[in-house]
């Protein structure tokens, strides 16, 4: 008979509330997945959390308190956003940032794949940017085009700095005119300006902060939602979207009605929080492991069924309490045994 400690979290409210700087946060307990929480938080508030510096991070590992599991914040895999290096609008007709000339089964939209090569003849492919290809760059005067093709290997980065100095950006490619009279001097592979930002913001914002767990993102199956996992810091971590998840919200700061903002200052979570922790006996089946992890999520959906049965609600949330040693379960010594 082995036994290990069962950590029931009772949270008596659907959420908790933070405030810093413009943004007041909103950590909701109801489970949703991804998709149903960016509605939830469109709908009463603003959107999904945007967590863009360390402070962030620190203000909502305080508002998990003791909820030491993950949950959805506003991050996402984009894999259909394409756009060209060269933004001006004024340089496109209607309709023209929208031209394609994807080959058979392109994009791919492979998680590594978020640069744009040229063909020779014709035909678009997503590659690694890391790659190096030769480059299409472009001289912009008002409406018209010049295209440079530079025989020489270079990293979709290094090709757009390359272009930037030297022409006006790397190529865009509007319509099949552009794409004829590049054909009539390719050779080889080239970049064009094409390319996508994978990782975005609910709400649109881009940021360079990323607060990624170890070995993530990993891209195992279907991953291209990010949840922070409490139980490592808030750390980042990729999952199936239709997982369903506690959330993180983020709305205006309520201003006074002298119009001054209340305080940037992380505030209390308003909603009390318990914890009971239960021993829990169990006797070893033959050949299982169990401390295995299939296994213990196995027995948290067999006690969280009773629980509900039992008239708690779905607010109560179940984690296993680790010994220092990393395991879970331990074999109870022969004395202690007797004395049961």
């Known amino acids: 008979m082995e036994k290990v400690l069962l950590i029931i979290i009772a949270l008596s409210g659907l959420s908790a509330v933070s405030s810093h700087a413009e943004r007041q946060y909103h950590f909701v307990y109801e489970a949703k997945n991804m998709s149903e929480a960016q509605r939830y938080c469109r709908e009463k508030h ?9 402070e962030v991070v620190e203000l909502l590992n305080n508002m998990a308190g003791q909820y030491n599991q993950s949950a959805w914040i506003g991050l996402h895999d984009d894999w259909d956003t394409w756009r060209w290096s060269m933004s001006d ?3 496109y007709g209607p309709g023209e940032t929208e031209f394609r000339q994807w080959g058979p089964g392109e994009p791919s939209n492979g998680h590594d794949e978020q640069c744009t090569h040229f063909h020779r003849s014709g035909i678009w492919g997503d590659h690694d940017c890391n790659n190096p290809l030769y480059v299409v760059c472009f001289d912009v005067t008002g409406p018209n085009a010049t295209f440079v093709l530079i025989e020489r290997g270079m990293t979709w980065t290094e090709a757009q700095s390359y272009c930037r100095e030297h022409h006006t950006d790397l190529a865009s490619v509007r319509n099949l005119a552009d794409s004829q009279r590049i054909e009539s001097s390719a050779g080889g592979v080239y970049w064009i300006g094409l390319y996508r930002d994978s990782w975005k913001w609910s709400d649109g914002s881009f940021s360079s ?6 070995n993530e993102p990993n891209y195992i199956g279907l991953k291209v939602c990010v949840a922070a996992a409490f139980n490592n810091f808030g750390k980042w971590e990729d999952l199936d979207c239709g997982v369903d998840k506690p959330f993180i919200c983020y709305g ?10 209340e305080p940037a200052v ?3 979570p308003v909603v009390p929080v318990s914890m009971k922790v239960i021993k829990v006996s169990v006797e070893n089946p033959n050949g299982v492991d169990l401390n295995d992890p299939a296994f213990l999520d196995a027995m948290l959906v067999e006690a969280k069924k009773n629980l509900r049965a039992q008239g708690l609600d779905d607010n ?3 984690a296993w309490r680790k010994q220092p040693d990393g395991q879970v379960f331990h074999e109870e ?7 049961l």
């Open 46 to 54: 603003t959107d999904l959390a945007t967590v863009d510096s360390m």
């Open 89 to 91: 609008p004024s340089f």
């Open 209 to 214: 902060f990323e607060y990624w767990a170890e």
């Open 252 to 261: 205006p700061v309520p201003v006074k009605p002298d119009m001054t903002p």
């Open 266 to 268: 992380s505030t209390v």
């Open 316 to 318: 109560v949330q179940l």
């Open 333 to 339: 010594e022969e004395k202690k045994r007797d004395e």
